[in-house]
């Protein structure tokens, strides 16, 4: 592997760490927030869309999870891909 090559992959590796560290925040913001739209409501399930087959609209709770996600996490700070 030239030297140009180790420079690229690890570029790579570590933008791939941030990506997965930035992920990890969005994801404990949005099961904190489904959790308290869950206990709100008093649901005891709460699915992905593609995991249904019929809901009525009124069960879905997409647009208020995005709205407390905007709210709660309206950025993700990540680290620097050099450190």
């Known amino acids: 592997m030239t030297d140009a090559q180790a ?10 760490r941030i990506n997965m ?3 990890e925040q969005v ?8 959790a ?6 008093k649901l005891t399930v709460i699915l992905r869309k593609e ?8 069960l879905d709770v ?8 905007d709210a709660r996490l309206p950025s993700v700070r990540i680290s620097d891909p050099g450190g």
């Open 36 to 41: 308290e739209i869950a206990a709100e409501r």
């Open 27 to 34: 994801k404990q913001a949005l099961e904190a927030i489904v």
């Open 62 to 69: 997409t647009d208020e999870v995005l709205r407390r996600l």
């Open 51 to 58: 995991q249904l087959v019929f809901a009525t609209p009124d």
């Open 21 to 23: 560290e930035a992920m």
């Open 7 to 16: 420079r690229v992959q690890g570029r790579r590796q570590a933008l791939e």
